[in-house]
């Protein structure tokens, strides 16, 4: 195989920067952060680094200052740099798909001037976001009534993935930011039981769907948006005119939006240059827009922005988004590991992991390169986690003391939210305890030495030995806010886009979520005895058949 690839770049495993790392992961070998620790006094404070109001502490990470300056020289052979200003300035570098990849524009500020095929893109991002502003004050401020001329208490937002999985993860971690008296509901799901429960106790008079879908074809999404219509016209016993003050559209595709029967008045706009992972600061995050009010909206696109600047501008060494991607590629091609843990000490967290896994996942999950040849590194890593305490008490022994390599970020925040009572806010120490405990065993782990020293009998010194050595990153933030929760999403939203440059992939589209759909739909009238199964393979032919006798059929 050449070593240089369409694009005119050389293979990223033939680049003598990829090699170096290679040998210098070698002499490595097997040092222990406790041989780093101590033979570098100031690590702690050494190996920290800024972004808005997020701390990152990286020193339990198996690097040195040599490590660093030759993960930076394979991000300037790749062209990370040359990418990363192409996507500011609105080139199409969504190849694949031949799209501009603007997510950053979403939260520009007006003045900014972006263009994509010479047009200016930013006016078009706030006459939206005014628009979305003032809808949502009309529904807070009870002046848009539905149908029966009742205020709307109730908001379903029917999407999925990014047009579910940004809202309902942005609402969770906002909530004590959002009007309590609104009840606020994501239905994803094509099963008939994620819609029924959700809408099962709501009045439908008071009850606004928002359907949230980039091409408005994605059939999970308009089967709960045709039966939500069902329902509301039968509750209320009306006929389609009431569609109008019940139904509104966030969408690329007004067309469709319209022989849906919702009036493209009532659809708020976004653009194909915004990957419905990348989506939830546009009018996908309506819902969280009325939820929380425009201004705390506004708050986390400005923290949205500060990171997009902070990526654009600060000098490799001190760059986070850069350095959080290549300690992933460290990790993933020189150490072996396979998946990326993300583990938030706070409730309110507790989406943020399944919102990456789309991000990261749905991303950087290609094995085929920019240039159509097949990659011959590992790409992006299976991300997992849920919030801690709660993973110590279940799957951490597997860190501590499995066989596999887990990096994982810790996130933690200073202070509890505002809204919890003195008693609850006082657990907030444990809670931070807990989260500071965990990445010190991680990195330090017990010799057995020192479980001898605790009196324990010798047949159980292994058992009771922790290797330690295992990478963590730490980013503690003051408070969870609007601009916090925008800094932390766009912190991985560019980690993201840094791995994709360096792996040479085209992080921006998703092919691989194709195939599924078009057998799932071969498969259907074939369960409901439309269609024969004839010409299926064998197992999916006994499966079915089971099925069918299972139901009756
Ligand atoms: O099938 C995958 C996908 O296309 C995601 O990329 C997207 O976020 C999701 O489906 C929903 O798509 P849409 O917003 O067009 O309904």
């Known amino acids: 195989m050449s070593d240089n690839n369409a694009t005119g770049r050389t293979r990223l495993d033939k680049l003598p920067e990829w090699a170096a790392l290679g040998k210098h992961r070698e002499q490595l070998a097997d040092t222990h952060l406790r041989d780093l620790f101590a033979a570098q006094p100031d690590r702690g404070t050494r190996y920290t680094a800024r972004v808005g109001d997020l701390h990152l502490d990286y020193s339990k990470h198996l690097v040195t200052d040599e490590t660093l300056v030759l993960l930076r020289d394979l991000a300037k052979a790749t062209g990370v740099a040359e990418l990363r200003d192409a996507m500011f300035r609105g080139e199409k570098i969504n190849t694949t ?3 501009a990849v603007l997510h950053v524009a979403l939260r520009a500020p007006r003045d900014a001037v972006i263009e994509v095929d ?3 893109v930013v006016p078009g ?3 939206v976001l005014d628009k979305m502003a003032d809808f949502s004050e009309r529904v807070r ?15 379903v937002n029917i999407g999925i993935g990014g047009s579910d999985l940004g809202p309902a993860m942005a609402y969770e971690v906002l909530k004590t930011f959002a009007r ?13 039981a994620d819609l029924y429960e959700s809408v099962r106790d709501l009045d439908a008079a008071e009850t606004l769907f928002i359907i949230a879908s980039k091409t408005f074809t994605t059939v999970e999404t308009i089967t709960n948006a045709t039966s939500a219509r069902d329902w509301l016209l039968g509750e209320l016993g009306a006929g389609q005119e009431a569609v109008a003050k019940h139904f509104v559209a966030l969408s690329t595709n007004a067309e469709k939006v319209s022989d849906f029967g919702i009036d493209t008045a009532n659809m708020f706009e976004f653009w194909d240059w915004v990957g419905g992972r990348y989506s939830y600061d546009s ?9 929380i009010g425009p201004d705390a909206f506004r708050e986390m696109l400005d923290g949205f922005h500060t990171v997009d600047e902070h990526f654009r501008t600060a000098p490799p060494e001190s760059n986070v988004p850069l350095l959080l991607g290549l300690l992933g590629i460290w990790y993933g091609s020189f150490f ?3 998946s990326h843990a993300v583990l938030p000490y706070s409730h309110y967290l507790s989406k943020f992991t399944a919102y990456l896994q789309q991000l990261e996942m749905e991303s950087n999950g290609k094995s085929v390169g920019r240039d159509g040849k097949p990659v011959e590194w590992q790409t992006g890593p299976v991300v997992w986690g849920t919030p801690g305490t709660n993973g110590q008490h279940a799957y951490y022994q597997l860190i501590h003391q499995g066989t596999k390599v887990i990096p994982a970020d810790f996130i933690g925040f200073a202070r509890p939210s505002g809204e919890l009572p003195a008693g609850l806010a006082a657990q907030h120490d444990l809670l931070m305890a807990n989260f500071f405990a965990q990445t010190q065993a991680l990195a330090f782990g017990k010799t057995p030495d020192e479980v001898r020293a605790e009196g324990v009998a010798e047949e159980l010194v292994p058992h009771k030995t922790f290797r330690g050595n295992h990478p963590t990153s730490t980013v503690l933030a003051p408070d969870l806010t609007p601009s916090v929760l925008g800094q932390l999403v766009a912190l991985y939203e560019h980690k993201v886009f840094v791995q994709g440059a360096v792996w040479n992939i085209d992080s921006f589209d998703q092919w691989g979520v194709e195939l599924g759909k078009v057998l799932a739909k071969n498969i259907e009238p074939v369960l409901t005895g439309e269609k024969s199964a004839e010409g299926l393979d064998s197992s999916t032919v006994a499966l079915v058949a089971e099925y069918r006798e299972m139901r009756g059929r």
Request: charged share 25%.
């Open 97 to 99: 798909e031949d799209r």
């Open 118 to 120: 010479g047009e200016n």
């Open 125 to 127: 991002v706030h006459e």
């Open 141 to 155: 401020s009870g002046a848009w009534t539905g149908h029966t001329g009742r205020p709307i208490k109730n908001i």
């Open 180 to 192: 309590r008296d609104l009840t606020v509901r994501f239905v994803s799901n094509v099963d008939g």
């Open 283 to 291: 009018a996908i995050g309506l819902s969280l827009m009325i939820a």
């Open 336 to 338: 072996d590991a396979q």
